[in-house]
Structure formats: structure tokens, C-alpha cells
């Protein structure tokens, strides 16, 4: 498919498969409540990374971590991009300054804006007038603000939304809005794209959208994606590796069929413990038929 | 009658006016500006210039409240830092006047910033006792540092003078305070158009979101009030060179609560809701006392309690104001042009 980009929507410089971003055993507290306890973790260039887990084993924790919301007691967080940043320390809008972008698991747009100053607003970091030109509003400042006008328009086309781009974000429907607010993180132009449950409260078919919208990002722009979700099915189809939490610690890493068949997931997930696990999460059956609603894991006893 | 508003560049898409409707009210309101001085008296020419100068403050106190949700009482004190440090530069330097307001909008905007800096902490109303501290202190200094600004005495200012013309008659006045209004105007217009003026409404909305956006919480903040302040100054620095007279008086907390009513009544984070709001907030008293002295001529009887009428009218017209329409003149505003949009087939 060819579209006409007038910029990438990836500012990665690293080459496919190459590591990203460390996470190196970090551990968060919050008072006597640890929430991460010796989480390790590695982002590699252009793969959709998927960070399971059941309630409250940390993976929003992770996330937050990352983007700079927290900071961990322990370890340390590093991130390259032609250069290694350590990124523990820093604070959000530095990191996102980086190439860090992502959205929340409730939504987080600015409400009382249209669709397309959300989407300008994710551009923030691009935008180089200063604040007299800007005032004046004449040449410079206009053009550079002509030229991400016209950037964001990009997005609006990719993620079908040029029916709503002069509405007010407050007015639209849920599915909408996390629509939006994935194409505001996407207007950062990142090289690293973190999605807190892009698809909760959705209906299958705003999944399979969304799931689309995904791997359209990652596949056609190259940018690297890391999810929550708890939709299995989506989870299996879609990642490329999958690392599980559960109460705070990383229980298990790997392909979707790995940790599938990795004893703590199952056991963290089912509550069960046997020898070997003849369990299997999928979309399809043994047959090929597509199980349409997608929901919740499949397990089929053998 | 129009089925919507198409455009084929970009330029035009995000143009300020965009349709010949816009425009026309545009070039209207500009002509009713031009023409007024020339044919009303010297009683509304005062009122006018004393809207003007409340329309510079309102969209200051705006840009910081309604824009950027920053809740500050220290409106007061901040206009009190414009007039004085004005007052003081000419009074007592001899610097021109119009050196003096613009010393005293930076003057402003550095003690607004300073007095900005619990904001990076303090959040909503524990934000607003934070503004009302400054308030009460710069007031205090104002009234107890007598070698600087006279104390309690009033200050005196010369008169402005412009190649030999005085400048604060009140016809030359509405000149200077006008043009002042319309540049203020297109440059707070144009700061929400960009991405300075959205990183202050994503902070209003969402303060989390914007930092992890790459919005400098700190810087914009900060931003924000410097800004606000110049503004806030600036109409401060008008009223010291309009009275030719700076008292504290004119500065209290009741100014602070004054200003935020016109905000609130005109419509939060809107440039034409800040017009309305000052308009009306200033207008209001003065239609009370004659409405009260019309009445007073016919019904002599109440005389003695015409004042307190006065006062509780104010407040129930407020009140009104915020039951019927929370959003303000501004929202009303915009259901008259809805509803003329697609008059007379309006279903």
C-alpha cells in the first residue's frame, strides 16, 4: 500500500531487531507496597512487544516507569537511539523529547480540544517557533505550522478519522477517542510507541480496527510498539514476543507459543499446576475456524 | 444558507476568519470602533476607556485562568506592580510614560513569574490561596514601603504627553487604550493558535498527558504567568497614566474577584468571552446608579435604599447569569450565531 507521507512517522534510528530499550532489574515501592520487584526487560527496534499480566501485577507500573510518570527505587532504565540515554531519572517531558510516546489506559485527551489540536499538540516537541514569532503569527511561525497542519493530516488518514478532525474530543465516542489519543502519541513522530490497553471496552469489531491500526504502524512506519492488553486472542495474534508480570515480577518472556507453554504463565493465569501443559491459547480452533469474537483466551483441553 | 465551510488550502483551513460572515462582523465591529470617539460624549468616552483597559486585564487574568487553569487571585497585586512601578518611573525618574508601561509589563510579568512558582506544586484552590497571599503581600508592601511608592498616599502622575499632546484626555486616552486592545487582541489570538497556546490549554486539561506530550510542566507554567502578568501590567501601567493618580484603593482583592467574575460571566478560555465579560462587569454598575436615579425621581420613597438595591441586584444578575448559562456571554453569544447560521430554517 502506498501513501503519501510527507514525513515518517518514526524517528528511529537504529535498524530492525537492534535493543532499544533496557529495562535492568528495576524495583518500585510505593511506601511498603512493591510494585515492581527486579524487572528486566528489553525493547527491541520495530517489534510489538506485549506486556500481560492479571490486575495489578505491575504492567501500568512498567509503563509509567518508563515514561517518566515514576521512578524506581533500583535499577536502571536505558534507552538508545544511535546513543544510550539513561532515562531513570529523567522527567516525562524529557523523555518524550527522546522519542518516547504513549497513551493511557483511561483516556487522557485534552477534552476541551478538537481532534486536530490534540493531534498538533502531539507535535509539541517538534515545533521550533519561539514565542514572539509565534504571537505575530507571520511568516516562519506560520509556515512551520502550516507544514504540521498538513503532517498530522497523515495521521487522520491512517487512522480513519477525517470525519471527526474538527470535532471536540469531549463529544466523541470511547472508541473514538482512544483512536485519537493513539494518533496524538503517534504526531510525536516516536520511535517507541507504549499503548496502555488500546483496546479495553472495546466492541470486536473496534478491536480488529484498532489491531489493524497497529500493525499498520508498525509494519508500514517501523515504529516499535509496546502493549498491555488482556484480550488474548489480539495479544497472540499480533506480538512478536510477549513478557508476563504477576504480582510485580516478570514470570516469563518470550514468543506468543513460548508463553504459552511456559508453566508459570498458565499457573499465574489458571491457578493450576501440572506436569505439562496441554493448554493453547488461539484465535482459531484445530480446524482453522475463526473463533469471530475474539475475546478472552481460548483454552482447549487435549 | 450554507451546507458547510470547505476550503482547498491549508492556509485558508486555519485561518482566524474564515468565513464572509466572520469577516463582515470583523470589519463592523472595527468601523464601531473607529467611529465611536467621534460621536459619543465625554461620559461614555471615560466608559470606554475603562472597558478597554478592564478587556487588556480580563484576557490576561484569561490566559492564565481560563486557558491554562491556573486559578490566581492575585490579580489585584499584579495590576497593582503595572501602576505603581509606571507611577514611580515617571513620578519620580521622569522616565516617558510609554517607557514606563513597558518597564512595568515586564516588571509585572517577573513578579507574576516568581509569584507563579507554588503553582508547580499547588493545584486548584490550594493554588488560589498561594495567588491570594501574593495579593495580600504586594498590597502590603505597597501601602507600608513608603520611601518607594508614598505609602498610603496617593501617587501622583504627570500627565502623558505624546509630541507635546496630552495624552489622557479622555478622547486622545481611547486612542492610545484601543490600539493597545486590538494588538493585545491578534497577539493572544495568534499564542492559541500555535503550540505555546496549546501546551497551556493540555495543561488546563490534562496536566499528566501534556508532560508525557513533552510539555515542561515547570517552563510552561511559568510561561503562562509571565505572560498573563505582562498583560495584567500593562493595564495596570494604563490606569496609573489614565488617573494620573495611583492609590491602593484601586488594587484591593475586591479587584482580584471583580476580574475573576468577568471571566466566569464572560466565558473561561475565550478571547470574546473576556470583551463580554469586561463589558459587562463594568457597564453593569453604572446602568444600576442610573436605572436607581430614574427611579428615584419617580419614586422618591425609596430613595434611602437605592444603594442597597443597587448591590443586590449586581449579585442577583451574577447569580442569574451563572445558573442560566455557566458557560458564560461567550456561549450565548455563539447560540445567537447558530442560531442566525441557519435562520429561518432553523430545525
Known amino acids: 500500500m502506498q501513501r503519501g507521507f510527507t514525513s515518517g512517522l518514526n524517528s528511529s534510528r537504529l535498524e530492525a531487531g537492534e535493543t532499544q530499550l533496557k529495562v535492568e532489574k528495576i524495583q518500585l515501592n510505593f511506601g511498603g507496597v ?52 539513561e532515562i531513570t531519572r529523567m522527567k516525562p517531558h524529557q523523555i518524550a523529547r527522546l522519542g518516547i510516546a504513549r497513551s493511557f489506559q483511561n483516556i487522557e485527551l485534552f477534552r476541551h480540544m478538537t481532534v486536530l489540536d490534540n493531534l498538533l499538540s502531539g507535535a509539541h516537541v517538534h515545533m521550533r517557533s519561539n514565542l514572539l514569532s509565534s504571537l505575530v503569527y507571520w511568516g516562519p511561525a506560520q509556515r512551520e505550522h502550516i507544514r504540521f497542519r498538513r503532517f498530522v493530516e497523515d495521521i487522520i488518514d491512517l487512522l480513519e478519522i477525517e470525519a471527526i478532525r474538527s470535532n471536540t474530543v469531549g463529544s466523541l465516542s470511547y472508541g473514538l477517542q482512544k483512536r485519537v489519543e493513539m494518533g496524538r502519541a503517534l504526531a510525536m513522530q516516536p520511535s517507541i510507541l507504549l499503548l496502555d490497553e488500546p483496546m479495553a471496552g472495546m466492541n470486536s469489531e473496534e478491536k480488529e480496527d484498532m489491531a489493524r491500526f497497529i500493525l499498520d504502524i508498525n509494519e508500514e512506519h517501523g515504529v516499535t510498539i509496546v502493549l498491555i492488553e488482556h484480550d488474548m486472542g489480539v495479544v497472540m495474534d499480533i506480538s512478536d514476543r510477549i513478557a508476563v508480570l ?5 514470570i516469563g518472556e518470550g514468543t506468543p507459543d513460548e508463553v504459552r507453554s511456559n508453566p508459570h504463565v498458565v499457573q499465574a493465569y489458571l491457578g493450576e499446576e501440572k506436569k505439562s501443559f496441554p493448554f493453547k491459547f488461539s484465535l482459531k480452533d484445530e480446524n482453522g475456524n475463526g473463533n469471530g469474537n475474539g475475546s478472552g483466551a481460548q483454552v482447549d483441553h487435549d | 444558507m450554507i451546507s458547510g465551510i470547505f476550503h482547498s488550502t491549508y492556509e485558508k483551513d486555519m485561518a482566524l476568519r474564515r468565513t464572509h460572515a466572520q469577516k463582515i462582523r470583523l470589519v463592523l465591529i472595527v468601523i464601531f470602533i473607529l467611529v465611536f470617539p467621534f460621536l459619543a460624549n465625554r461620559y461614555y468616552l471615560t466608559l470606554a476607556n ?13 490566559i492564565l ?57 499547588l493545584k486548584g484552590l490550594y493554588l488560589a490561596i498561594a495567588t491570594l497571599a501574593a495579593q495580600e503581600i504586594i498590597l502590603w508592601a505597597v501601602k507600608n514601603w513608603d520611601a518607594l511608592t508614598g505609602g498610603v498616599d496617593a501617587l501622583v502622575v504627570p500627565n502623558p504627553e505624546l509630541f507635546g499632546i496630552r495624552m489622557n484626555t479622555d478622547f486622545n486616552f481611547y486612542w492610545l487604550v484601543w490600539i493597545l486592545v486590538v494588538i493585545v487582541t491578534i497577539a493572544s489570538v495568534n499564542l492559541f493558535r500555535t503550540h505555546f497556546g496549546r501546551a497551556f490549554i493540555a495543561i488546563r486539561d490534562q496536566d499528566i498527558a501534556a508532560s508525557v506530550m513533552g510539555v515542561d510542566l515547570f517552563k510552561y507554567k511559568l510561561l503562562a504567568f509571565a505572560v498573563s502578568s505582562f498583560l495584567v501590567g500593562l493595564a495596570g501601567a494604563l490606569t496609573a497614566h489614565y488617573r494620573s493618580i495611583v492609590t491602593w484603593e484601586r488594587f484591593t482583592v475586591d479587584v482580584s474577584v471583580t476580574y475573576l467574575a468577568m471571566i466566569i460571566i464572560g466565558g473561561l478560555g475565550s478571547i470574546t468571552g473576556s470583551y463580554l465579560g469586561a463589558t459587562f462587569m463594568t457597564l453593569l454598575p453604572v446602568v444600576l446608579t442610573n436605572l436607581g436615579r430614574a427611579v428615584k425621581t419617580s419614586f ?12 443586590g441586584m449586581f449579585g442577583l444578575v451574577i447569580i442569574l447569569f451563572l445558573i442560566l448559562e455557566p458557560e458564560g456571554l461567550n456561549k450565548i453569544w455563539k447560540n445567537i450565531k447558530d442560531y442566525f447560521r441557519l435562520w429561518p430554517f432553523s430545525y
Open chain 2, 300 to 311: 422618591p420613597v425609596i430613595d434611602s435604599i437605592i444603594p442597597f438595591v443597587q448591590q
Open chain 1, 246 to 250: 504477576n504480582f510485580g515480577q516478570k
Open chain 1, 34 to 85: 512493591t510494585a515492581l520487584f527486579d524487572v528486566s526487560l528489553e525493547v527491541r527496534q520495530s517489534e510489538i512487544l506485549a506486556i500481560i499480566g492479571p490486575n495489578g501485577a505491575g504492567k501500568t507500573s512498567l509503563l509509567n516507569c518508563i515514561s517518566g510518570l515514576y521512578h524506581p527505587q533500583k535499577g536502571r532504565i536505558v534507552y538508545a537511539n544511535g546513543r544510550e540515554h
Open chain 2, 50 to 62: 475603562q472597558v478597554g483597559i478592564a478587556v487588556i486585564g480580563a484576557i490576561g487574568l484569561n
Open chain 2, 65 to 121: 485562568v481560563g486557558y491554562t487553569g491556573q486559578i490566581s487571585l492575585g490579580q489585584g497585586g499584579f495590576m497593582a506592580v503595572g501602576a505603581y512601578t509606571a507611577g514611580i518611573l515617571t513620578a519620580r525618574m521622569g522616565m516617558p510614560w510609554w517607557a514606563s508601561t513597558i518597564v512595568a509589563c515586564f516588571a509585572t510579568a517577573l513578579v507574576g513569574t516568581v509569584f507563579g512558582i507554588p503553582s508547580l506544586r
